[in-house]
């Protein structure tokens, strides 16, 4: 009796084990709301600003890693620029301009339910080599250009925070 009691259990043990009863620990992103100068998105919320945006001309916002450093500068970071009265075709030819630039992509795209212009170049700066990913679009009259950038050996690991800036991009 024991001996069939023991075998029933372990069959059951073996069924429930087998059938996927098992929990599943998953972590979400956690992401800060920024919201000023007629823009808003979500952010890390482990990410920190990295100036008082009321001192620069064009710049709404800027937020980057703590955790990404090179000789302690942020080394990942989104910035958000707007401009007024200039197009898309003006922000292209500003960053074609820069030296030592060298582009590796541009394609349309779709934020905040308008077309818009992604390019995707690479530079080394101080001897580090960074890639970048900028967005820019016209609405209402302005210019914006979301600018992503990080060392290029972290680039493809940080674009899920970079999408997700994207996604959240809102023009009031």
Not at 4 to 18: C, E, R
Not at 42 to 67: C, H, M, Q
């Amino acid at each position: 009796m024991k001996k069939s009691a023991i075998g029933i259990i372990s069959i059951l043990v073996f069924v429930v084990l087998a059938s996927g009863c098992t929990s599943e620990v998953t972590t979400e992103n956690k992401t800060t709301h920024f919201e000023g100068n007629g823009t808003s998105f979500d952010y890390p919320s482990n990410w920190i600003p990295l100036i008082n945006t009321t001192n620069e001309r064009y710049i709404v916002a800027k937020f980057g890693d703590p955790n990404q450093k090179i000789n302690d500068s942020i080394s990942t970071a989104v910035i958000v620029e707007k401009a007024s009265g200039l197009t898309v075709e003006d922000g292209k030819s500003i960053f074609r301009a820069k030296p030592n630039y060298e582009f590796i992509s541009e394609k349309t795209i779709t934020i905040a339910n308008t077309n818009a212009t992604e390019l995707i170049f690479k530079t080394t700066e101080q001897g580090i080599q960074l890639k970048y990913r900028t967005i820019m679009l016209t609405k209402n009259g302005f210019l914006y250009a979301i600018t992503f950038y990080a060392k290029t050996e972290d680039f493809e690991g940080q674009n899920a925070n970079f999408d997700m800036i994207i996604n959240s991009f809102q023009i009031q």
